[in-house]
């Protein structure tokens, strides 16, 4: 079993910049695959970054590309993800995700059916 805890939601005004953080805890030496999502009131939850934690190959929506950076702390093994130039469409709950090993049906980097554990989300607010 994993465990992720994220932390460093908040609210900024447009133009502001936020970094959240996903803390991996249990049986974590097996991820392969970790990965950002949001979910905006109403609508389906979205892949916004995703890493692959032995390359650290990254992967992001076209709607965050040039301005949120995934990366990871290898020691810690802590993922991040830094979030400049934020607009209002960025509001919504985001959600750490990992996905052990690399065997099985690959979804997609930034699918949701890729990833078996999930954090408890933090809640990112970016008003006008």
């Known amino acids: 079993q994993v465990q992720l805890v994220e932390t460093g939601g908040g609210s900024v005004q447009a133009g502001g910049s936020l970094r959240l953080s996903c803390a991996p805890s249990?049986?974590?030496?097996?991820?392969?695959?970790m990965a950002w999502f949001r979910q905006a009131p109403g609508k389906e939850r979205e892949g916004v970054a995703s890493?692959?934690?032995?390359?650290?190959?990254?992967y992001y929506d076209d709607s965050v590309k040039g301005r949120f950076t995934i990366s990871q702390d290898m020691n810690k093994g802590t993922v991040y993800l830094q979030m400049n130039s934020l607009k209002p469409e960025d509001t919504a709950i985001y959600y750490c995700?990992?996905?052990?090993?690399?065997?099985?049906?690959?979804?997609?980097?930034?699918?949701?059916?890729?990833?078996?554990?999930w954090g408890q989300g933090t809640q990112v607010t970016v008003s006008s």
């Open positions: 890493i692959y934690t032995t390359s650290g190959v990254t």
């Open positions: 249990g049986y974590t030496f097996n991820i392969a695959y």
């Open positions: 995700a990992a996905r052990e090993g690399y065997g099985g049906t690959f979804y997609g980097a930034l699918a949701v059916p890729q990833y078996n554990y």
